[in-house]
């Protein structure tokens, strides 16, 4: 079978990561077009990938029939227009995380999903971890029974002075904290429960980086549907460029998984700055995974349905955190679960 003809849409640190991960994977995908408002930065990743060319409009790429699916990067308010625009032209669209900071941005990809016929897939890419990914699967094979409780915590060194650009600080642009980066536990957590969120509550501080206009640190706490309940902690305030901390413990009606990344021993050497064993892959395994879903090899196992679900959490807990009030949501779809 023929390679995918794939243009990526956007030019920063996700795009470049996305780029490492279709390089990786060799024959199953040939990036062909960067799409970037900065030439420079388009030029220096089209030089990475043989063949691929540069653009300024996105229009070059929808219009173009070699180009046989999006991966849509960027700026979050982009992605719905270009998503949409992919999609109306046949084109198969990988979108990174989040897909849209409102809902009705959401549903508006979801109805262009429809009417093309194409698939759309959110990268939810911490689904794709080694670890993660080794207690999805035991939850899925039934090893703990039904999962009740899911409490992750998360440290990471990210928001700092200059470590973000402008458009991920402003709230009107990102959607928030909550959404740009708190949709990645809340939509692993969301699954393992196999529920959707009733309630949601947020604490956040500016602890410490009190000059960044958004809290480096926060705790969510989500009730299910079905009575579930979700604790997540997570802290954007280590000291950078590394030194990652995830934990996770699941608990169900059989029995309790857990798994953390201070057990990797590499972890414990303070001058190490490296990525977790346990995290190695994720981006490659996740575009892997999408393109055999277009290719029709497998189901999505990121249904647009359950990035809805996760997407409604994750707005939830910005507004939490904006109100300082718990917020209470309606049921957001008929599968009432995110699994």
């Excluded at 990036?31 to 089209?46: C, K």
């Excluded at 309940?229 to 029995?255: F, H, K, M, W």
């Excluded at 590499?266 to 990525?275: G, I, M, Q, R, S």
Aim: proline fraction near 7%.
């Amino acid at each position: 079978m023929q390679p995918l003809n794939i243009a990526i849409a956007g030019s920063g640190a996700i795009a470049e990561a996305h780029l490492d991960a279709y390089l990786a994977l060799g024959d199953l995908a040939r990036v062909t077009t960067i799409v970037s408002s900065d030439p420079e930065r388009g030029r220096a990743l089209a030089a990475r990938a043989p063949g691929a060319r540069t653009v300024t409009d996105v229009a070059d790429v929808i219009g173009d029939p070699a180009v046989d699916a999006v991966d849509v990067c960027g700026h979050t308010l982009a992605h719905g227009p270009v998503a949409c625009a992919a999609l109306d032209a046949g084109k198969d669209v990988l979108i990174e995380k989040p897909p849209a900071i409102t809902l009705e941005a959401f549903d508006r990809i979801a109805e262009a999903a429809e009417r093309s016929g194409r698939l759309v897939m959110v990268g939810q890419t911490v689904r794709f971890q080694p670890g993660m990914d080794a207690i999805i699967t035991a939850v899925d094979a039934g090893e703990i029974g039904e999962v009740s409780m899911v409490h992750i915590t998360w440290y990471v060194a990210h928001v700092w002075p200059r470590a973000w650009r402008g458009w991920q600080l402003d709230e009107a642009s990102s959607g928030g904290h909550l959404i740009h980066n708190g949709m990645h536990s809340i939509d692993l957590a969301l699954r393992l429960l196999d529920d959707e969120p009733a309630s949601v509550f947020t604490r956040g501080w500016k602890t410490y980086s009190p000059d960044v206009p958004t809290p480096d640190s926060f705790h969510v706490l989500i009730r299910g549907r079905r009575g579930t309940l979700a604790v997540l902690e997570t802290s954007y305030g280590l000291r950078p460029p590394a030194d990652p901390v995830r934990r996770i413990v699941a608990a169900g009606a059989l029995g309790t998984l857990s798994h953390s990344t201070t057990d990797e021993t590499e972890l414990v050497n303070p001058t190490v700055a490296d990525t977790p064993s346990s995290t190695v892959g994720a981006m490659t395994a996740e575009i892997r995974t999408w393109l055999l879903a277009v290719r029709g090899e497998i189901e999505s196992p990121i249904p647009l349905a359950h990035s809805r679900i996760a997407l409604a959490g994750a707005i939830a807990a910005q507004r939490s955190y904006d109100t300082g009030q718990p917020v209470d949501l309606e049921p957001t779809g008929p599968t009432g679960g995110a699994r």
